[in-house]
């Protein structure tokens, strides 16, 4: 599944509602984002360029090292998945987070893309069916 999810970010034009992307510079700083990043962030008004992308997705404060290691090359993909998202203002929201290296030649440039694909019908279908089983065990 990862794999086809990163095929389907490199080779489409335009993505679906369902995912959103993001540049990350090595301080950490959002360079670039997609129309539908703040949807998708814990807090979406820090969900833009100049800010650092852990007070919008605070998932990554700790996994620092691990970002830098991507950047440099020595890992090559790190995933978060079945991240819950509930406020009073949004409905109730799944994702699951892509993090890998990029470049770009012209301007030589190393930065970490972050995609986020919106996971929340499969996760409310996973949990029906968990309990339809409880249920039918009852």
């Given at each position: 599944?990862?794999?086809?999810?990163?095929?389907?970010?490199?080779?489409?034009q335009k993505l679906s509602t369902r995912f959103a992307s993001?540049?990350?510079?090595?301080?950490?700083?959002?360079?670039?984002?997609?129309?539908?990043?703040?949807?998708?962030?814990?807090?979406?008004?820090?969900?833009?360029?100049?800010?650092?992308?852990?007070?919008?997705?605070?998932?990554?404060?700790?996994?620092?090292?691990?970002?830098?290691?991507?950047?440099?090359?020595?890992?090559?993909?790190?995933?978060?998945?079945?991240?819950?998202?509930?406020?009073?203002?949004?409905?109730?929201?799944?994702?699951?987070?892509?993090?890998?290296?990029?470049?770009?030649?012209?301007?030589?440039?190393?930065?970490?893309?972050?995609?986020?694909?919106?996971?929340?019908?499969?996760?409310?279908?996973?949990?029906?069916?968990?309990?339809?089983?409880?249920?039918?065990?009852?």
């Open positions: 599944m990862k794999y086809q999810v990163l095929d389907l970010f490199f080779y489409k993001l540049e990350v510079d090595k301080n950490f700083y959002i360079t670039d984002t997609s129309e539908q990043v703040k949807r998708f962030a814990y807090c979406p008004q820090d969900a833009i360029p100049g800010k650092d992308v852990r007070l919008a997705f605070p998932e990554f404060v700790g996994l620092e090292d691990l970002l830098l290691s991507i950047l440099e090359g020595h890992e090559k993909l790190f995933i978060l998945e079945e991240i819950h998202r509930f406020s009073e203002q949004k409905a109730e929201i799944y994702i699951d987070i892509y993090i890998f290296r990029k470049s770009r030649k012209k301007e030589n440039k190393i930065y970490l893309t972050i995609l986020i694909e919106d996971i929340t019908q499969r996760m409310l279908l996973k949990r029906k069916r968990l309990q339809q089983a409880n249920e039918a065990n009852l």
